[in-house]
């Protein structure tokens, strides 16, 4: 995440006051820095080198498979294909993840998925029943289960063909 500046964009949007139940800020800072970190044109300008309808983005930190899918959701014209890895879909919580109802009822978006998560992984069960939710609704995903857990060695492990997916 700090690679790609988003430790700004958390300290930008708390000098604004924080979120206040806004998290369309936090996408909109997230896009503007990503595509400053990229070094592409911000949002809503033509990039020459674009293939589909946005530019990628993966984020390989704490709840960073979340994040990528989470930005997607909010702004596909920038996150259209998104690299997914081990995201948190389900940590415990009792209701369902606003993102699952947006994916779950909202209107189909313009989104290509990449999902990869261990088979030792503790949000494995998590991924798979995400994975069903976005093929049942016609979304166009890739998803793979690696022998390993949930940590950096496990992440390195799918990352190549990860990326090799998200630039192709």
């Given at each position: 995440m700090r690679r790609l500046g988003f430790d700004r964009v958390g300290a930008s949007v708390l000098a604004l006051g924080g979120l206040n139940g806004q998290p369309q800020l936090f996408a909109e800072a997230a896009a503007d820095e990503a595509a400053d970190a990229v070094r592409l044109p911000s949002r809503g300008c033509h990039d020459p080198l674009q293939r589909g309808s946005a530019r990628p983005l993966q984020q390989v930190e704490y709840l960073g498979g979340l994040a990528a899918l989470w930005?997607?959701?909010?702004?596909?014209?920038?996150?259209?294909?998104?690299?997914?890895?081990?995201?948190?879909?389900?940590?415990?919580?009792?209701?369902?993840?606003?993102?699952?109802?947006?994916?779950?009822?909202?209107?189909?978006?313009?989104?290509?998925?990449?999902?990869?998560?261990?088979?030792?992984?503790?949000?494995?069960?998590?991924n798979r029943m995400m994975h069903g939710l976005l093929t049942s609704r016609g979304y166009e995903v890739t998803y793979r289960e690696f022998n390993a857990g949930h940590n950096y060695p496990a992440w390195r492990e799918d990352l190549a063909s990860g990326l090799q997916w998200l630039f192709q």
């Open positions: 930005l997607g959701a909010r702004l596909p014209e920038i996150f259209g294909r998104v690299f997914s890895q081990a995201g948190g879909f389900a940590l415990g919580f009792t209701k369902e993840l606003g993102l699952t109802t947006i994916l779950r009822v909202g209107e189909r978006l313009p989104l290509r998925i990449y999902m990869d998560c261990g088979r030792f992984d503790p949000l494995l069960e998590a």
